[in-house]
């Protein structure tokens, strides 16, 4: 059974950083895209940046690219997020998807960034 588990979430002031992680098990994750998407109350759900299989390639929503990097590690089945100099407007549910036969979602964690 496909599984992705978010974690990282949580409150953090302006200006501040947070690292995300998704633990993904029931598939081989060395051949799949992974992604981060986000979703903010009363908005769509907007995909935030992907990373390819090996790593070498990535892609960014420009709203983040430059304080956002997604990295991953084949080995432990696990893909990142690291988040620089957040913003309020970055506030939102952040979800981890698997590029699969189908596309497969995690339960998302919450960022919050406030003062």
């Known amino acids: 059974q496909v599984q992705l588990v978010e974690s990282g979430g949580g409150l953090v002031q302006p200006g501040g950083s947070l690292r995300l992680s998704c633990a993904a098990s029931g598939f081989t994750f060395s051949i799949s895209r992974m992604s981060w998407y986000r979703q903010a109350p009363g908005k769509e759900r907007e995909l935030v940046a992907t990373i390819t299989t090996t790593g070498v390639g990535t892609n960014y929503a420009d709203s983040v690219k430059g304080r956002f990097t997604i990295s991953r590690d084949n080995a432990k089945n696990t893909v990142y997020l690291q988040m620089n100099s957040l913003k309020p407007e970055d506030t939102a549910i952040y979800y981890c998807?698997?590029?699969?036969?189908?596309?497969?979602w995690g339960q998302g964690t919450q960022v919050t960034v406030s003062s």
């Open positions: 998807s698997a590029a699969l036969i189908h596309v497969y």
